[in-house]
């Protein structure tokens, strides 16, 4: 999950990016400030999906590196720690914030 979750973040950041750009490489003034509600939603978005992936980050790597003493196995630890502040964070992020955004 961690590496498909990694790959498809890649994937986002390029898109903003490129978006970003396209938005942004307008040469007037007026042209610019009919782009600026896009480029304000689409970064807007994009900050839920940046907080998700770095707490998803985090906690796999309290699971796999920090808190690898643990009794049983990683996946002990996350089912063990899932209401942690940093997963918790992370999922309300994502879900929250992007849905509220798409309605």
């Known amino acids: ?7 498809t973040y890649g994937i986002t950041v390029s898109l903003y990016l490129l978006s970003c750009y396209l938005l942004i490489r307008e040469r007037n003034r007026v042209e610019f400030k009919k782009q600026l509600p896009l480029l ?6 994009f900050i839920p999906d940046t907080i998700f992936v770095f707490s998803f980050t985090a906690f796999t790597q309290m699971a796999f590196i920090d808190d ?9 630890f996350k089912n063990n720690m899932l209401s942690m502040p940093v997963d918790d964070a992370g999922n309300a992020a ?8 798409v309605v």
């Not at 999950?1 to 790959?7: L, V």
């Not at 304000?40 to 978005?45: A, E, K, P, R, Y």
């Not at 994502?94 to 955004?101: A, K, P, R, Y």
């Open 1 to 7: 999950g961690a590496t498909i979750s990694s790959i």
């Open 94 to 101: 994502f879900i929250l914030l992007s849905d509220t955004l």
């Open 68 to 76: 690898r003493d643990q009794s049983g196995e990683p996946s002990t």
């Open 40 to 45: 304000i939603f689409i970064t807007v978005s």
